[in-house]
């Protein structure tokens, strides 16, 4: 017992509360239609205002508070360099190098013309500056390599670059196959020259796409030193009154890649990822969650309600106070909150799951006093004097776990634990006064006092619960369990990477992956914001040599190397292939009228070449297959100018465009700082001279533990770094002490609340050590399966706490009423908490089918916890109290026997 001044107060408080709540339930009873009328006119004027301001703000970069140091710097760096927040990413891989380059340079024309959707379009290593100057980014040997094979090309750049048409590439292959039938040497290349135009019309006979590779047929072309990958980063314009901010943009951003023929059908892979990509499929795969869990929720409930209940009265009854309530606080949140977050609007199903509980367990309880004989008014009253201040207990118990959340710096969560637990508050207002005014209206049937309980089956498989017999076994074997449990407990794990809670199988998430598992292409990369470029420099040479940095990179760092020696190599180039006469225009003239001929003439010189060579050689091997191809082209097309145009167009279509990029590369100047393009400078200088360091990393970190070791690597050198990796790992670190905080502050508070009401601390430990017991054997289970704690799943033990001392509370409060635990079993009172838990398990099993994995996490983590809670709460709860009971074993043995 606590102080007695103070308990001789509590008590007096105790009465006073619990008088007024009989007097609320009873008003509700005598004046049922005025109680019904006003608040059903508060829900329609709270219907009709949610209605017409029903929001939820999707900017997902206030979640965490903006007063955490990391915090500040991240948007320091933001406001900084804007160009890389909210990005889209799309990956062009082409059969070669010249068709991704043409692919992206297309895309972003198209998107550079519709500003509307597209606030930015950048191409890394793209425009006119690098077509110029990219082949001095090749090593010195690469770059003496490409001119080798450039030198051994130079006659048949020659020659096409003269006349870049079908019939004048015909006619260099019928000069070069007869120079080699006279004996002279071969045109370097032949043979891939007739493997790659028989493919060309092969590919034309199947109706597919195909375009001769002229970059490698010429020396390995300018656009091969960039590879076969390209990236467009686009910095879409964002909705943030939308459920799915990106979506408009992504919409027309797919529309236009359609419209352009971006894909697979015309030699291109396409992929589109990014941080606004990510947030849009997580948006859409929660939407499409939630709407199922909700649905699936409101179905099991009622059949689950109907079997505990079996009354159409005091089912409809309760689901009429969880429809009234939900939306009084859905109101009443977007009156003094504002809109909904994307953590907040998951209080609808959590209202339904706890929400539930108080329902059930004031009409089992009402239907028990019905059954026993009890008149309508004289049950309510009996009701509210027994379960008023359980009911209140239990509501503020869970009302203080969810407010536990607001004092953290966890700030996507804090308008989930205001709206959550004052839900708790209006549905005990709900059972209170909404559900003793319906049933007055509509008051459920007597039954006769043999069947003073709903399954008495159930009932009495209870009441043969041997726990006044095996009391010291079960807690003997809980400790047992309890200190197995603790290893695994410390295993425990928190995996912050959100990643994680996408659906792997979608686009972004793919993509996304693919460029994590290759260090140069990691969307996962630090940045460090340095006060000039000499400093950046400086520290970027430092960060270079830690062992998980791939590379740091700074604006100085697209100053190529050995220019003055790479310089004259292409000085020399030019000498031999001058570049003003690769300048040509970029499209095809129309094959001339002969070209069919043309055609027939050059089959026929390939049947002399193959057998001059060998039909078994290469050379002889590629000529025949090339004859052979042409010959079913006639056959099928003749001589037809449509037929010929396009086969054209494959085979040449890719020249113009290669020429004159070889032209512009021949024509290389020195590059400097000032020389560098605009779009790139601003990527890495402010106007303030403040330089930027861009850190790639070197493992894969789709791994936390490489993302964790790369983050503080790099902080060891530069405690100033920020981007994605710092702030998943510090901001889970902030979401994990966050939740610290809140289990603590539910503790305590809870704690307090207990023994302020209960007035005993024997009591209060008593309601509080199974569920301490749950949360340990729930953690420990965690660990057994495989699950981790995430930044879906992490508010579970808070809940834990509060939904556990609510389901305690009924059992010790008809405990304390004086029923002795083997009279209790035969009471509603477990079986209202046992079909409270398990309407409750369902609503979080509907979760753990969520199409979202982070849902369907959170969904099979609460539906864990609450398996654990119940079990201490029906099995450990009794034996506990059985030891506080006067001779406990005598007495509960000879009830049980009838002795």
């Not at 004159?660 to 779009?679: H, I, K, N, Y």
Request: glycine fraction near 8%.
């Amino acid at each position: 017992m606590i102080w007695s001044p103070i308990n001789h107060f509590l008590q007096r408080v105790g009465k006073g509360y619990l008088g007024a709540l009989i007097l609320l339930v009873d008003i509700s009873q005598r004046r049922a239609r005025a109680v019904l009328g006003i608040l059903l006119a508060l829900t329609v004027l709270a219907l009709a205002y949610t209605a017409t301001h029903f929001a939820v703000d999707t900017d997902t970069s206030n979640a965490i508070s903006r007063d955490l140091p990391f915090q500040r710097l991240e948007h320091a760096y933001q406001r900084a360099f804007p160009q890389e927040k909210n990005t889209i990413i799309v990956v062009i891989k082409g059969k070669d190098s010249t068709l991704a380059g043409r692919a992206a340079d297309r895309l972003s024309q198209w998107l550079r013309a519709h500003p509307q959707q597209f606030e930015n379009v950048y191409i890394p290593g793209g425009g006119s500056f690098f077509q110029r100057n990219g082949i001095l980014y090749l090593s010195r040997q690469e770059l003496q390599s490409f001119a080798n094979r450039v030198t051994d090309a130079q006659p048949l750049i020659a020659k096409l670059s003269q006349d870049p048409s079908l019939s004048g590439l015909l006619g260099l292959m019928n000069q070069a196959i007869d120079q080699r039938l006279q004996g002279g040497a071969s045109l370097p290349g032949l043979d891939h020259i007739f493997v790659e135009m028989r493919k060309a019309v092969d590919a034309q006979m199947a109706g597919q796409f195909y375009q001769l590779p002229w970059g490698s047929l010429m020396g390995g072309g300018v656009a091969a030193a960039a590879g076969e990958q390209r990236f467009v980063i686009i910095r879409p314009v964002l909705d943030y009154h939308s459920l799915e901010p990106a979506a408009p943009a992504l919409q027309t951003l797919r529309a236009g890649i359609a419209d352009l023929h971006l894909d697979q059908a015309h030699g291109l892979d396409l992929g589109i990822t990014g941080e606004a990509v990510l947030d849009s499929e997580q948006l859409k795969t929660v939407a499409a969650g939630a709407g199922l869990s909700l649905g699936l929720t409101f179905a099991v409930e009622i059949l689950l309600l109907v079997v505990a209940l079996r009354s159409l009265r005091l089912v409809s009854g309760v689901l009429l106070g969880l429809i009234v309530g939900m939306i009084l606080t859905t109101a009443g949140a977007l009156l003094v909150i504002g809109p909904f977050n994307l953590i907040s609007v998951a209080f609808a199903i959590l209202f339904i799951g706890l929400g539930v509980d108080f329902g059930i367990q004031f009409c089992m309880r009402y239907r028990e006093e019905i059954f026993a004989g009890a008149p309508h008014p004289e049950a309510l009253q009996r009701v509210a004097h027994a379960l008023g201040g359980a009911l209140s207990l239990a509501a503020l118990a869970a009302a203080l776990s969810f407010y536990a959340f607001v004092p953290t710096s966890y700030a996507g969560i804090v308008d989930l634990g205001l709206i959550s637990g004052t839900s708790m508050l209006i549905a005990l207002l709900m059972t209170l006064t909404l559900l003793p005014a319906f049933l007055t209206l509509w008051p459920a049937r007597r039954r006769p006092a043999a069947h003073s309980l709903p399954h008495p089956r159930l009932t009495s498989a209870l009441v043969r619960y041997p726990i006044h017999r095996y009391a010291y076994g079960v807690l003997a074997m809980v400790m047992v369990l309890a200190v197995l449990a603790v290893p695994a407990v410390l295993r425990a794990s928190f995996d912050f990477n959100p990643l994680s809670l996408i659906d792997p199988h979608v686009e972004g998430v793919k993509v996304f992956r693919q460029l994590l598992a290759e260090p140069g292409t990691s969307p996962y990369r630090i940045e460090i914001v340095a006060p000039n470029l000499s400093s950046a420099n400086a520290l970027a040479a430092r960060l270079d040599k830690l062992p998980t940095v791939s590379q740091a990179v700074t604006l100085a760092s697209y100053i190529p190397a050995e220019q003055s020696e790479k310089l004259a190599v292409l000085q020399n180039l030019q000498i031999l292939v001058p570049p003003f006469s690769l300048l040509m225009p970029a499209t095809l003239q129309p094959p001339a009228a002969d070209t069919g001929a043309v055609l027939t003439s050059f089959a026929g010189r390939l049947v002399a070449f193959s057998m001059a060579e060998g039909q078994s050689s290469p050379g002889g091997q590629a000529a025949m297959q090339l004859q052979s191809a042409l010959q079913r082209f006639h056959h099928r097309y003749g001589d037809n100018p449509q037929a010929i145009n396009a086969l054209q167009e494959r085979i040449m279509g890719g020249l113009p465009p290669e020429l004159q990029r070889l032209g512009m590369a021949l024509t290389a100047a020195p590059v400097t700082l000032q020389s560098l393009p605009e779009d790139l400078r601003t990527r890495y200088i402010t106007p303030q001279g403040q330089a930027r360091i861009e850190v790639f990393p070197k493992a894969n970190l789709s791994s936390n533990v490489a993302m964790l070791q790369f983050v503080r690597n790099v902080q060891q050198v530069a405690p100033q770094a920020v981007g994605t990796p710092v702030m998943l790992v510090e901001g889970g670190e902030a979401v994990l002490g966050a939740f610290q905080e809140a289990t603590v502050i539910a503790l305590v508070t809870i704690s307090l609340l207990l023994l302020l009401v209960l007035r005993c601390w024997r009591d209060t430990l008593l309601v509080m050590a199974p569920l301490l017991l749950a949360a340990l054997f729930t953690v420990a289970s965690m660990s057994y399966l495989g699950l981790s704690f995430n930044l879906g799943n992490i508010i579970v033990l808070p809940l834990l706490i509060g939904l556990g001392v609510a389901f305690a509370i009924y059992i010790v409060a008809r405990w304390r009423d004086g029923t002795d635990i083997a009279h209790l079993l035969q009471t509603s009172t477990p079986m209202a908490v046992f079909f409270s838990g398990i309407t409750t398990l369902s609503a979080f099993g509907s979760m753990a089918i969520s199409l979202d994995p982070g849902m369907a996490s959170l969904g099979k983590t609460l539906s864990l916890a609450l398996a654990m809670v119940l079990l201490c709460i029906l099995i450990v709860l009794p034996a506990l109290l059985l030891l506080f009971t006067h001779s406990p074993r005598e007495q509960g043995i000879a009830q049980d026997e009838g002795r």
